[in-house]
């Protein structure tokens, strides 16, 4: 469930830089430009306690002394006349680049997004300044330091300086929505606003705008979707591995059934097969018994059964057959089973033995011999 929870966040957060970026590359740049900034009514360039009011509106790069009106009632009539006709209308305070202290620090370029609250924590250990006496904002210092680092430029103005100036334009009936600072030449403000780095602002500070909410909560409900639809994929992916799974276990099982009956008909088969490489086959004894009886000795009867073996026939002489018979490595002690009779007609011995195997197997049915016929 962990694994699940950083994966969600990490697509919260890859989602939420996605869909900020495809919808912000739909807003033409100067609906964007408004909701960074309204365009101010007037701007005010405050130097050793004077103010200049600028008779170019310009929240960008410009000259904003051309034209501009010496400090005196004129200035202040002019931005009474503002709050008067615009409801309400909004005041841009700049100061020099020189009535700013400037420090510079290198920090890792990963550490962008922080640098506010590294160079907070910066001035107040370096500097003997209660950060509640002062304003402070930062610009990056186009001039890479080396590679993977960024130089932030730190700009310090003392409010002294500037809250009386804010406090009559307030007074007046306008709105503060920038305090500023000049570029070192004169010519341009620079991309910073000090009342941005304020835990509380003024009276004249304005609080964030609408379509900036909106769009940050669309990309906010897109990135959940994103984000849910990912789970829901997962949890199908998993579903379907679950059925595989069980499939495949299903399959084992089978493939075990199958070896296990392999198995016995295997054993089966052995056993078949030391039952039959124990017997002593008839074809054997016959072959046997060819082999060591004399050419003068034939049988008529021939029987095999629990290892023993009754023939009966005729020879010249009977008793000579007994020690034959049990010289051979198939048969063993020979026994007569009825006496010796000689038939005149042939001239020969009638005789009948059983013989013992040497090698046994289960009881088989007698296996007849035709009663007509001799064996050599």
């Known amino acids: 469930m962990s694994v699940l929870n950083q994966d969600a966040g990490e697509l919260l957060l890859r989602g939420y830089a ?11 740049g100067k609906v964007k430009d408004s909701w960074r900034e309204d365009k101010p009514d007037a701007v005010v360039v405050v130097e050793n306690g ?8 310009w929240s960008g790069p410009g000259t904003p002394t051309a034209g501009s009106e010496d400090a005196g009632d004129a200035c202040w009539n002019r931005i009474a006349q503002l709050a008067k006709s615009r409801r309400p209308a909004q005041v841009h305070v700049l100061v020099p680049y020189a009535a700013c202290l400037v420090r510079n620090l290198d920090v890792p370029a990963a550490a962008r997004t922080n640098a506010a609250s590294i160079l907070a924590l910066d001035l107040e250990r370096a500097m003997p300044f209660d950060l509640a006496d002062v304003y402070t904002a930062h610009v990056i210092d186009p001039i890479k330091p080396s590679p993977g680092m960024v130089r932030l430029s730190q700009l310090i103005v003392k409010r002294d300086k500037v809250d009386p100036i804010v406090a009559r334009i307030v007074a007046a009936g306008a709105k ?9 030449d004169g010519t341009r403000p620079l991309d910073l606003n000090f009342l941005a780095n304020l ?7 304005r609080s964030a705008s609408t379509p900036l909410r909106t769009l940050s909560v ?6 959940l979707s994103a984000i849910w639809i990912s789970v829901d994929r997962h949890e199908t992916a998993v579903a379907d591995l679950d059925g595989q799974l069980a499939a495949a276990r299903s399959r084992i099982a089978s493939v075990d059934q199958t070896r296990t009956q392999a198995s ?11 039952v039959k490489a124990s017997r002593i086959d008839t074809v054997r004894v016959v072959e046997e018994l060819t082999r060591i009886l004399p050419d003068s000795a034939w049988l008529t009867e021939l029987s095999i059964k629990d290892g023993a073996v009754d ?16 010289q051979s490595s198939l048969f063993a002690d020979v026994a007569l089973t009825a006496p010796v009779t000689l038939d005149a007609t042939r001239n020969q011995e009638r005789f009948s033995f059983r013989l013992r195997l040497r090698e046994t197997r289960p009881a088989e049915p007698d296996t007849p011999v035709p009663s007509e016929g001799a064996l050599p």
């Open 18 to 28: 996605w869909w900020t970026r495809e919808l912000s590359s739909l807003v033409p």
């Open 50 to 57: 004077r103010i200049q009011l600028s008779s170019a509106r």
């Open 176 to 184: 503060v929505t920038r305090i500023g600072c000049l570029s070192p």
């Open 199 to 205: 835990s509380a602002g003024i009276s004249g500070q």
């Open 218 to 223: 669309m990309t906010a409900a897109l990135a």
């Open 264 to 274: 016995t008909r295997m054993a089966d088969v052995t056993a078949i097969s030391q």
């Open 311 to 326: 023939l009966s026939g005729f020879a010249k002489q009977a008793a000579a057959l007994v020690p034959v018979l049990e």
